[in-house]
């Protein structure tokens, strides 16, 4: 679900958006010393509901989810991490 542009982990909505939309990975906390804190990455999320995320940091590795939602339970560092997204749903 998002709030306020910022994606928060909620129950799955079956309704896509209508088309794909950029988004910013940003880090409050860096709890692992590696990725530092702010905008760390950036990525889209296509209308199938698919997500992909580079970081903006060396090694500048480029990861796919098959959603936001699981983008975020791997990197969201236990509400560290939060999605901005940049384009409206």
């Not at 906390?29 to 530092?36: C, F, M, P």
């Not at 970081?55 to 480029?62: D, H, M, T």
Request: charged share 20%; hydrophobic share 40%.
């Amino acid at each position: 679900m998002e709030i306020s542009g910022i994606y928060h982990k909620e129950t799955e909505n079956n309704d896509r958006q209508m088309s794909m939309r950029r988004f910013l990975l940003v880090r409050e906390r860096d709890l692992t010393g590696v990725s530092g804190t702010g905008i760390v990455a950036e990525g889209a999320e296509f209308t199938s509901g698919l997500a992909v995320m580079r970081w903006l940091r060396e090694p500048y590795a480029v990861g796919v989810f098959q959603s936001v939602a699981d983008l975020i339970a791997i990197h969201g560092h236990e509400g560290a991490t939060h999605i901005q997204f940049l384009d409206q749903a």
